[in-house]
């Protein structure tokens, strides 16, 4: 869709608030001026102002609204400000003389128009073709990659490719592909040092950005023709790594105490609470909770050992092969499921809000041991837990949903086995 509309001699955006995201509006629509008179260059900049709207509501669903008024102004700006492919004085000179000497004499002939009339005289006849649209064409390109996808896990993967984007926007601006340098690079590199030492963020963020970004630029070099050196543009860019970074599991006692303790939870819904009895004696990742469908056998409680099936279905597609496995209810787990016999019906599909507001309840409520802990720590203090007890590595891996090393034979460990070891590390609940 276009979004544009002319008032007077500028053209504006406007959309109206999808359904989604009304919750945070008091308007129906958002208009913002172009500041073009200009249709085409209008069509680019509303089309790169759209892209990073979405962003922007993706960031509120996910964090609230805490910063996306200053993340749109920089949207606004950078959008205001794309829409010409201008020709260095090395491109031009290039070009046969009497080119060269007919544009800087328009040039000269235009000094007194508008600063915008009078810089497009000066744009190569060749298209523009700036990093947003890049991003785009690599999502079309990737379609049928992401077709065994359902449509909750194909917005996870574009996200962060998106998040990269826009946030190289943020920082260098809504760049042509072509003109893409590697201290173009660096100057990323230094925008996210700087959130990293002021606002506390990971390095793993910043790396993810540069890898998805390197994506973009890749399909862009490969598929249209633009002359890159990517590998150049991205050799010893990343930051190194700590383990202090990565995601902390929980300490056994801690879940109990607090995580399994319903008076700390009162101001959750019934849903939210048992998602956490549920992960923590299955160690399932939430999109795998969150897509049980009790009507196609997916919930088993009435089995002579109760269990859960994680295998595809018509909502949720498995993150690998070795995702579809069965896991013995026990402890909290088998609690969570005699309370949900019909599995997450107001989550069902919708890990990113699940996860949303579980980590926000938790940590404006002080709940979380340290700022690395995350809802999905539950999932590594279960390996842990796991771990200390030393089953077999098949019925580990069975468990966790990981690849088995080793070649498979026969279906694997039964429920009885699996049952014996998770019985040992289960929570009690009264």
Not at 63 to 88: E, H, L, P, R
Not at 339 to 353: A, E, M, T
Not at 380 to 398: G, I, M
Request: glycine content about 4%; hydrophobic content about 35%; some cysteine.
């Amino acid at each position: 869709m276009k979004y544009i509309i002319k008032r007077g001699k500028w053209f504006h955006f406007k959309r109206y608030i999808p359904k989604l995201y009304k919750q945070f509006y008091s308007e129906t629509y958002i208009q913002v001026s172009l500041k073009t008179n200009s249709e085409k260059v209008a069509l680019q900049r509303a089309q790169a102002l759209n892209y990073e709207l979405e962003n922007i509501w993706s960031h509120m669903i996910n964090n609230g609204t805490d910063d996306t008024d200053a993340m749109f102004q920089k949207a606004v700006i950078s959008a205001q400000a794309s829409g010409f492919s201008c020709s260095t004085t090395n491109d031009i000179t290039k070009s046969d003389i009497e080119a060269f000497l007919s544009r800087i004499l328009n040039a000269k002939d235009h000094e007194k128009l508008e600063p915008e009339k009078a810089l497009s005289m000066l744009v190569q006849d060749k298209p523009s073709y700036p990093l947003s649209q890049a991003q785009i064409d690599y999502f079309s390109f990737e379609k049928p990659n992401l077709m065994d996808k359902s449509a909750q896990q194909i917005k996870k993967w574009e996200n962060p490719r998106k998040r990269a984007v826009l946030n190289f926007i943020t920082a260098c601006g809504n760049m042509e592909v072509a003109n893409i340098k590697r201290e173009d690079i660096y100057r990323f590199r230094e925008w996210w040092f700087q959130r990293i030492k002021n606002e506390g963020l990971n390095a793993s963020s910043a790396n993810k950005d540069l890898s998805h970004l390197r994506q973009v630029l890749s399909y862009a070099r490969d598929n249209r023709e633009i002359d890159l050196s990517v590998e150049t543009l991205f050799t010893k860019m990343n930051f190194a790594e700590h383990d202090d970074q990565s995601r902390q599991p929980f300490e056994t006692d801690y879940i109990q105490n607090t995580l399994l303790n319903p008076s700390k939870l009162s101001g959750m819904n019934e849903e939210l609470q048992l998602f956490l009895f549920a992960m923590a004696d299955t160690g399932a990742r939430p999109n795998e909770l969150l897509g049980l469908d009790a009507s196609d056998g997916d919930i088993m409680l009435d089995a002579e050992i109760p269990y859960i099936f994680i295998r595809p279905n018509t909502i949720r597609r498995l993150k690998t092969s070795h995702s579809n496995r069965k896991i013995p209810l026990v402890g909290a787990s088998l609690y969570a499921f005699k309370n949900l016999p019909h599995g997450f019906v107001k989550y069902r599909n919708r890990s990113d809000q699940l996860s949303a507001a579980l980590n926000k309840y938790l940590r404006t409520n002080g709940l979380f041991p340290t700022k690395n802990h995350t809802v999905y720590s539950l999932r590594h203090s279960f390996e842990d837990r796991l771990t200390a007890v030393e089953p077999p590595e098949k019925v580990q891996a069975a468990l966790m949903g990981h690849k088995y090393h080793r070649e498979r034979y026969g279906k694997g460990p039964t429920l009885e086995l699996k049952k014996k070891y998770l019985d040992k590390i289960c929570f009690d609940i009264q």
